[in-house]
């Protein structure tokens, strides 16, 4: 895709004739997740509000931006033109920019805040506007009943690190209209994403699958089956995963990987109890590489 370019105002028409037009996106929350957006959107051309409650956070968002700007240049994924212009388009902001077409919301993931925060868009935005949550995990029926427009909320459900992942699963709540989920689909393939769409549900498409691989790997080695390293070579070679399941889950935190499963568990039943091992290891502080040792050792450099 070029970067170059920023977006002309494009029209959306939906299923019952609703014209949309988006050039102008906000961010809401700036911490690890809101600034990779902010930074796909404004070097997809996109118009670029990132807001955060706390100016340190919005300090430490834009310095992050022009890292992975220069990251984006050192792979040759960017021009030094487009990361100028990219930084041109960004605007941090503590109040929120009433004049975007299309919110993505990236604030931490509590449903109280989250309630709180939909609330507040849906009175400052324009009733057309599609209001998108980057949640992980929680209801988007919940959060689209704290506004005057549930038809237009609607999951958008981005990887970390955002710059990098291609993915974006589009997530329907029970009243997300055809129109929501074009939005999103057109903003999400003029960042230079793929998008799937999924119905609610818990773990959506990835964290879902993703969870069951890495709790068998962790039966598998409480059962002798083969030691850890060989687990992840099999998964590497064998499956073509770019990352064995004990390596991702040290990135990951193998306390964010149990409370993933705890959660799957309770609404998905047996098929996601946590492996008693991976209780045991995050019990012993081995959390991952945050913490110096998990499945594997990570001495100090
Ligand atoms: P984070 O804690 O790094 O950032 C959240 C930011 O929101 C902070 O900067 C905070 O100051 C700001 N904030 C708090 N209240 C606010 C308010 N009322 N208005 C505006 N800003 C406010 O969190 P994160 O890891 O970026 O996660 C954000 C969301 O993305 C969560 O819902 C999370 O589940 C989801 N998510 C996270 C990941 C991940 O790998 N971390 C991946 C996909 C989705």
Do not use: W
């Not at 019952?16 to 796909?40: C, D, E, P, T």
């Not at 992975?68 to 021009?79: F, N, P, S």
């Not at 291609?166 to 989920?181: F, M």
Request: glycine share 8%; proline share 5%; hydrophobic share 45%.
């Amino acid at each position: 895709m070029p970067h170059s370019m920023p977006v002309d105002r494009a029209i959306f028409t939906g299923s019952n004739g609703v014209r949309v037009s988006v050039r102008k996106v906000a961010i809401i929350g700036s911490g690890l997740m809101g600034r990779g957006i902010a930074y796909a959107a404004a070097v997809a051309g996109f118009e670029t509000s990132l807001h955060d409650v706390s100016s340190s956070a919005l300090d430490a968002a834009m310095a992050q931006i022009r890292v992975d700007l220069d990251e984006g240049l050192a792979r040759g994924k960017l021009q030094t033109a487009d990361a100028k212009a990219a930084l041109q388009r960004l605007a941090p902001v503590q109040d929120l920019d009433a004049d975007a077409e299309f919110v993505i919301e990236a604030v931490p993931e509590d449903i109280a805040l989250k309630l709180r925060v939909f609330a507040r868009l849906d009175e400052v935005y324009r009733p057309e506007v599609v209001l998108a949550s980057n949640t992980s995990g929680l209801s988007i029926t919940e959060i689209a009943a704290s506004t005057k427009r549930p038809a237009r909320v609607v999951g958008m459900h981005f990887f970390n690190p955002v710059p990098r992942m291609k993915l974006i699963e589009i997530v329907r709540g029970l009243d997300t209209g055809e129109d929501a989920i074009a939005v999103v689909a057109e903003v999400a393939q003029r960042m230079g994403k793929e998008s799937v769409v999924v119905r609610e549900s818990p773990g959506f498409i990835t964290s879902r699958i993703n969870a069951i691989i890495g709790n068998e790997a962790f039966f598998m080695l409480e059962a002798g089956v083969a030691s850890a390293r060989d687990i992840d070579k099999a998964l590497k070679l064998g499956l073509n995963h770019p990352m064995g399941p004990f390596e991702l889950v040290d990135l990951v935190g193998l306390d964010t990987r149990l409370s993933v499963l705890e959660f799957l568990h309770a609404r998905l039943g047996d098929k996601y109890r946590p492996c008693p091992l991976l209780v045991q290891y995050v019990r012993a502080g081995r959390l991952g590489r945050k913490a110096g040792r998990g499945v594997y050792e990570y001495p100090a450099k």
